[in-house]
């Protein structure tokens, strides 16, 4: 201890230990990148990416439905409709004729939510069910664990959706709940647009984490801990905001979905960013199974 004591006191010396600790970190995230790049391809991300954006498409109409019924509850039926699509824009980044054509069909399937509902409630449950099934049994394939047997894996299921519904209406509300604060508090100064819209920047980000967060927390059936997953969660959160900005420029200059499926070319983009998504989130899931094992590896010599 006297000796690192002296070693610290010398000038320049903990300077010159900086580059060797920097290059340690350096090379501890490579082999961790590259240890995750082979759980996802060893355990066919690419597919169950495709799964997950089967299921998420045909359960984002019910989903919605379900978001505004509830929000109805606590706010205008109208009002509600409106800020819950606002919300799923934020997520969806298309925009122009292919966004107008999807969300308009989102909200005519909303404004029949009264007939629709009992239908819509269970679409939700089955398809939001196979949903979450895709991701629980890809992360667990990352982590190299015995998949949830035939009961919990539905159970485990209803658990996230009730989680994910709870956080989009929180999210939802909050912005509402601080302009309605504002117009009582100060209805006098003119600062309510840029920090609505900082809100709606900042809320729809730390959602994200905190979900991803969660389910990578919760997903795996092995003990893991909370300093396991939240970097991969934020990694995946920037990664996402990274590649929705170049699949924004992919569609305005490179993409003709439009000329190759007409009406449909909403869709098929619409699916295509689903499935960006799922890759990501698995591939957020490879990352914490990457960094468990090499912090597992250099444990053992110290045992």
Avoid at 42 to 67: E, K, R
Avoid at 84 to 89: F, K, S
Avoid at 147 to 163: G, Q, T, V
Avoid at 186 to 215: K, M, Q, T
């Amino acid at each position: 201890m006297s000796e690192h004591r002296r070693q610290n006191k010398i000038p320049g010396l903990r300077q010159m230990n900086m580059p060797n600790r920097l290059n340690q970190i350096t090379g501890k995230l490579w082999i961790i990148l590259r240890v995750a790049v082979n759980k996802f391809s060893d355990t066919d991300g690419a597919q169950s990416a495709g799964a997950f954006a089967h299921f998420a498409f045909f359960s984002l109409f019910p989903l919605i439905v379900i978001f505004v019924t509830l929000a109805s509850i606590f706010i205008d039926r109208n009002l509600a409709e409106r800020e819950v699509i606002a919300y799923v824009e934020t997520y969806v980044p298309i925009s122009g004729e292919m966004q107008r054509y999807i969300f308009d069909a989102i909200s005519g399937v909303v404004k029949a939510r009264g007939q629709a509902s009992a239908i819509a409630f269970l679409m939700l449950v089955w398809s939001a069910m196979q949903f979450f099934t895709a991701l629980i049994s890809a992360t667990n394939r990352a982590w190299g664990v015995e998949a949830y047997n035939w009961w919990r894996l539905p159970l485990r299921s209803l658990i996230f959706l009730s989680f994910m519904v709870s956080a989009v209406l929180l999210a939802v509300g909050l912005p509402l709940l601080t302009k309605m604060v504002k117009d009582w508090l100060f209805p006098a100064n003119d600062f309510r647009a840029w920090v609505y819209v900082l809100w709606r920047f900042i809320v729809p980000l730390l959602v994200l984490f905190f979900s991803l967060s969660v389910f990578y927390r919760i997903a795996p059936r092995r003990s893991t801990r909370f300093s396991e997953v939240w970097a991969a969660a934020l990694c995946a959160t920037l990664l996402l905001k990274a590649v929705e900005s170049l699949f924004v420029l992919y569609l305005q200059h490179f993409a003709t979905l439009n000329a190759v499926y007409g009406a449909f070319g909403g869709i098929m983009a619409l699916l295509l960013w689903i499935y960006l998504c799922g890759c990501i989130f698995i591939f957020g899931a490879c990352l914490c199974a990457g960094q468990a094992e090499i912090q597992a590896l250099q444990m053992k010599p110290q045992e």
